[in-house]
């Protein structure tokens, strides 16, 4: 659920999150159903721009320790496992001194991993949907545009691997 912190928390987050995603695919539901406000928490998230080196010497880093990924297009797990992915490759190519096989999977991991973290940054499950169009396109209509659109980006980086 979109939340500023600038803003108080909403009165009934477990609620909302019901009316909005109570009627997904199991196990969704079954979450919710067993959930308290007790177990919700609220916390901000900031967009950082990825850097191009992720490490130094026989030091690097994977996953959101490298590269924090909004959650909006749910990548954050993906995107670490397709840097263990690369690092296990380049690391078994071997004969080089470790450091420049890291510095080599932080290379071949940039471009991807800056255009994931762009566009879920620009996602629209970020944008403030005024309610004219909120009514003309309903969430469940909105749910399936971001399912197809994860589905896009998604498409070129598993041929990429």
Same mark, same amino acid.
């Given at each position: ?21 109570? %009627? ?13 406000? /007790? ?5 901000? %998230? !900031?967009?950082?721009? @990825?850097? =191009? @080196? ?7 880093? @994977? +996953?959101?320790?490298? %590269? ?5 297009? +749910? =990548?954050?797990?993906? #995107? ?14 071997? +004969? /080089? /001194?470790?450091? @420049? $096989?890291? &510095? ?7 471009? !991807? ?7 879920? $940054? $620009?996602?629209?499950?970020?944008? &403030? ?12 209509? #909105? ?15 598993? #041929?990429?691997?």
């Amino acid at each position: 659920m979109r939340w500023s912190p600038t803003e108080p928390p909403p009165a009934a987050p477990l609620t909302e999150l019901r009316r909005r995603f109570g %009627h997904w695919a199991s196990p969704v539901p079954e979450v919710l159903a067993g959930g308290s406000e /007790d177990d919700l928490g609220f916390f901000g %998230h !900031h967009w950082n721009k @990825v850097r =191009q @080196v992720w490490g130094e010497g026989r030091i690097t880093l @994977v +996953g959101d320790a490298a %590269h924090t990924m909004p959650p909006t297009l +749910g =990548q954050g797990a993906n #995107q670490t496992l397709e840097d263990v992915w690369v690092l296990g490759r380049e690391l078994a190519k071997g +004969g /080089d /001194d470790p450091a @420049v $096989r890291l &510095r080599a999977y932080e290379k071949a991991r940039y471009p !991807h991993i800056s255009l994931v973290s762009r566009l879920a $940054r $620009r996602s629209p499950a970020n944008w &403030r949907i005024p309610p004219l169009i909120g009514r003309l396109f309903p969430e469940t209509s #909105q749910t399936a545009m971001l399912a197809r659109f994860s589905n896009r980006l998604n498409a070129p980086a598993a #041929q990429a691997l």
